[in-house]
């Protein structure tokens, strides 16, 4: 028999850094938080030290002995999943920083939205699926897909930038992919002051005033959910999941996202011989991303290899 | 030493069946061609006459016993690729027809695009590429994805319906996928006669008219082009392919599509650490399919296994 796998996963968030300890049944047996402080010192030298001070008190605190460390990061991971090779303008000193010489062991390296997917396929919704799609709606729109059970990764590692689709050829270009009228434009909450003429500052708000029946309010956030039916529909096409699975900070809204976009689907979706696509919400939030560098440290074979 | 393989692959297209015999190394040692007459009989009893007819004439010219027979047909193929389980509209009679049966012989069952992604992966452009996106661009839209070398299959094996994506959510609903705005409207055959207000019948008409420095055809064209662009942009994104190929009638327009086709990726494509997708045209044009149906057919076990 072999022995209990117990793995640290840490994730790299633009506000905090979340440390979680779990076992390979994805039992939380530790977590810890602290700020991440972006910035603050060159090269990012206060998270990397705030990090390493994570994963050593996690391995002096457990009983059992660590088997694997994961860190999930915003930006595209390298081929081998030792470094993020590509993070523009944000956790400056984070390309190519090469974490297992830092930490003194070997970490896995992964984007955060990839993490959240296998996170949901390990331990939550996605368990036992083989193909599926995971958007995360928060400040912009990330993602992640399986197939067959596998990461896609593609070209660059890129693969899995669902909210860089254009769905307005017409649009605006505002986002880092270059796309205008980007599904994450259309929902993301980065774009919501702006999707308001200033009347909403973020989701929560404009969601509020759409519960209230206020009628801009409900014009502006069901043509967000239509955007995002449609996205999922035309990623659906080409792509193929059998569950969309949706996080993100978007998702809390609830039934009034999960309701009007059911209902959407309903008039776009294609459905040959009748099938449609699951969608539902993703089981983690806040500490997804640690579970899930967690997990792929656990089960990096299957999920790439 | 195993035996020299020798395949035959039949491509049922709307006009034309065809047919061809290649060996493993893709040489082509004999081809056949014969009216569809889709309609002519009930349950296309005619055509599939013609195929069984087909496949035993290649069996008793053939010198070398024949390995495989491979199928190459419009719709999606089952899950076991040996029928066609969904194809509304055209060629009644091919759901669910049972090939193997029919034939006395294996036979095995692929959508054509996919097919004609195969036989570039085989044979052609796509050779020894592992991520690999192909786009025929004909009456309508199709397309087919390498993944690490397998097939992009997908929940009821619909992925690689990549003219089926959403360019603009405003857009009017034409064809099968319910899809406002596709890909598959703004530049098909189908759609040509309409997007120019009856001025021109074909692409053919369009791109001529273009060459000449016709005002309307050259706004006309360029923003179908524009639009491709953003689609195989989007469809980077999300699924991240090393190499783009472009098959399919509409290509015949050569540099016509591939010079502002290049100017348009370099406005748009987003380009992290500068790298950029391939986009070529694909080697093999109207017997593709039957060439990609006989590689599939000897190599399934790599593409779908």
Redesign the interface.
Known sequence: MSEQQIAIGIDLGATHIKGILINEQGDILAQKTTPTEDGKEADGLNWKRSIRDMIEGFTKESKAEISHVGLAAPG?ANESFTAI??MPGRVIGIESFDWSAWIGRKVDVINDAHAALIAEHSFGEAKGKQ?VMLLTLGTGVG?G?L??G?L???????????G???????GEILG?????GSLEDAIGNSTVERRSFGRFRSTDQLVEAYRKGDHFASYLWLNSV??LA??I??????????LVLLGGGITHAGPDLFQPLAAFMD????R??G?N?EIKPAKFSSWTGAIGAAAFAMRKSAYVE
């Open positions: 595209i090779s590509w193909d993602g897909v197939i067959r596998e896609l990764r593609g070209f660059i590692q890129r693969g899995g930038h669902l860089h689709i254009s769905l307005d050829t017409e880092i992919s270059n796309i205008p239509r955007k449609l996205g529909c035309s990623l659906s096409n080409a792509i193929s999941s059998e008039v776009f979706e294609w040959p011989g099938a696509v």
